[in-house]
């Protein structure tokens, strides 16, 4: 397996290496669940890689499994967590246009309540 790749000044990498503090709802050897600081729905968890990977623009063929583990993992927190029968949101914003603020790529996954337009649109120009 590649060495994971860690940057300096990155409050995910932080976390990952937990010399920041988080609220951790699962971790493995690919990935941390932890929840929102700032959440926007009764459950908002974020699912972060361990690999410093800043957004889905940076990703590559060589993350395909990568990538369907973290979507996998968001479905098995949903259940564990009891929102999949409701329903949920999983999103994934990039670039700054796309509402993305932290550049370490991670997942939100939303639910407990019906999400609606206004959930993830902050208005970023
Ligand atoms: P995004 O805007 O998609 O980049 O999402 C970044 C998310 O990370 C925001 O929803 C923040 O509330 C959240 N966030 C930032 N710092 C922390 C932290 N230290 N612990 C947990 N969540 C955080
Ligand atoms: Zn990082």
Known sequence: MQP??????????DIIAKTAPADTYYEDDQCMVI???NPLAPLHLLIIPRSHI?????MTSADEALAGHLVLVAKAMAEKMGIAEKGYRLALNTGR?????????HFHL???KPMDDS???RGIA
């Not at 994971?4 to 990498?13: D, H, L, S, Y």
């Not at 800043?54 to 940076?58: G, H, I, P, R, T």
């Open 54 to 58: 800043a957004s889905l623009n940076d």
């Open 35 to 37: 929840a929102n600081i």
């Open 110 to 112: 939303l639910g407990g």
């Open 4 to 13: 994971k790749q860690v940057m300096t000044n990155c409050i995910f990498c």
């Open 97 to 105: 246009g796309g509402g993305q603020t932290v550049f370490h790529i």
């Open 119 to 121: 959930l993830l649109s």
